[in-house]
């Protein structure tokens, strides 16, 4: 492991950094990226080692840059573009949905899109409804595209450098509530593969299966089931798609038990995705259902205690594992 | 054939009171009686005070992020004064000074910025919308509500806020050529403080004014000094008077500045100089009435001592009935998602089970809701 601790943000700067000495090619753009150093402070410093050229300020015009990058990529330029918020790119719907994914697919393999999209997606910065967009539910129902979302530093920095990489349309998701936070960051060139889940914390009694942020509350649930007696194995699944069912399925077939944590809404979810495919690869290895803790099915509330309330917290998640292994 | 003009153009720009104490007597005779200049200067001296309040709030811990509304008050005030009462007011979140004169209650902007919905829960009669967070997509809602007053026969008018940095964005250029094209009657107002966060007006358009952009869908447009409150009027019933009687939309310019911070989350020393903000200082929309006020004989100090306690006072007793309302309950949340709630939702509401799917609800403890 590496010796060196730095914060989430840094090393999502780390990963463009790097890639921008290596492939001049690498731009990144969007609203605030240079002068005030985006809106979360992810590009600092970037605009003076790079020059306006290459780290560029947008109008606010979402559905603009999102198109101007697809076509540069069209040239084989290789376009970051910073949503302030996920939330966001609703406006740019057309874009990165209608275009981005299937321009390969609709010029016969002509014109690819290798363009990274990343922002700040989740809820509880207490931002209310229209910002607080957890875009993961909503877009990884689109064929074409690939979706990323770290829960650590060190993915952090090894996941966006393989999306800037990656020769197709990444989204990557990263939550605004763990960009201060500090982790061991390897220096140098730092790749993490896509479609690689890993297990966080190894246990016998349930699979726990996440992505991104929740992953955290997944692993303080299991802290608290551990005192209880209750052993779960947290899984991270770092990217949505491709989705590693492998990892899952293996842990399944071990514990017996699954229990799915998304922050998306219910229906039609990365968590409803994961629980069909478990029920159909693990049938005859579980000792219950599936279950799955999700964000309640209203828009984010603004109220910090409605909030906390709203999202898939731990006391929720350890309440569903207990369901789970019948010991309510 | 020889290249010939197809079309020559102005942009007109009007200033009656400036930051010098100089009064158009011409354009100003008339515009805003004494008395009315004097209420309208105790509401723009009331949102001043209540926002200074709110920044503090926020600092605090009793506020989230509030954007500060200083210096740029007399736009929609000058606005809201001119319109009436069922006139549509749709803006975004510079424009608290307008909604106080509608009617809005100020405790209401306060509760929504310390994060309660229920902020945005207007009384109907109002004719207000729920503040946007989404820059520029409320300019359509706007000219729909315009054009469905229209439909029902009504002589009502929408009138529509929003930034310079609003004019980057789709929404605006699709809700201009709209308006001009179908013949709808929505007053746009640009509030052109010269910043959108740290970016620079130049970045969102790079046109000497941002007038100009509505001659280019076919619509009136007029340029004025957002900080006086008398230019304000002038081309607010320029506007008022070509929506309502002859049914077309009207673009102003309010030429003004944001004295604070983008938000309470920004500190815009990072990226501006004090130079131009202690001119813009200069130029304050409130100072000149004031001193105007003083020339006519119709204020003096000691009315402006009294006027401060009231304020005072005032801007105390709003935040405290902003904070005598307790914290929203999570039934709250499900209650206003349908025009009846669905079964299963309701089962959620039930449960409080927030969709944990799977579970027997019947397992499921409801929480007590916590505190704020
Ligand atoms: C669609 C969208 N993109 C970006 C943002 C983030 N944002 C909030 S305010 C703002 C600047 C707006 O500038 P302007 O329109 O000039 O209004 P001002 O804040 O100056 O009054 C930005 C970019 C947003 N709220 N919505
Ligand atoms: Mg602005």
Known sequence: ???????????????MSQEMRRDPRVFLLGEEVAEYDGAYKVSRGMLEEFGPRRIIDTPISESGFAGLAIGAAMLGLRPIVEFMSWSFSLVAADPILNNAPKMLYMSGGQFGCPIVIRGNDGAGGQLGSTHSWCVEGMFSNVPGLKMAIPAFPDDAKGMLATAIRDDDPVFFLESERLLAMKGHVPEGDYYVPFGKAVVRRPGTDVTLVSFGR???????AAEELAKEGISCEVIDGRTIRPLDIDTIVKSVKKTNGCVVVDQSWSFGSPGSEVAAQVHAHCFDDLDNHVMRVH?????????????QEYLPNARRIAE???????VA | MPITNALTTE?????????????DAKLGEDLIPNNDLIKLYEEMSLCRKLDEIAFKLQRSGRMGTYPQNMGQEANSLGAAYVLNQDDWLV????????????GLPPEKILLHWMGDERGNNIDPKLCITP???????????????????KYRGEKRIACTFFGDGATSEGDFHEAMNFAANLDIPVVFFCQNNHWAISVPGRIQCSAPTVAQRAIAYGMDTIQCDGNDIFAVVYCMRKAVELAREHGRPFFIEGVTY??????????ARRYRDEEEVELWRQRDPIIRVRNYMKQLGIWDDSKEAALMEQVEAETAAIVKRAESIEAPDSDDFFNAMYAEIPPDLDLQRRTRRTSSIGQDPSQIERPQTSSR
């Open chain 1, 1 to 15: 492991m590496s010796e060196r601790i730095i914060e989430f943000r840094d090393a999502l700067r780390e990963a």
């Open chain 1, 214 to 220: 929740p992953v955290h509350f997944c692993l303080d």
């Open chain 1, 295 to 307: 964000s309640a099915d209203v828009p984010s509330p603004y109220a910090a205690n409605l909030e």
């Open chain 1, 320 to 326: 569903a594992v207990r369901s789970a292994l019948y």
């Open chain 2, 11 to 23: 942009i007109h720009r009007v200033s009656i009171l400036d930051e010098h104490g100089q009064f």
């Open chain 2, 91 to 102: 803006t975004c979140y510079r424009e608290n000074c307008g909604l106080f004169h509608r």
């Open chain 2, 131 to 149: 503040i946007a967070v989404p820059i520029g997509t409320q300019m359509l809602h706007a000219t729909g509500l315009a054009w469905a007053s």
């Open chain 2, 258 to 267: 944001r004295l604070g911070d983008h938000t309470t989350a920004d500190d």
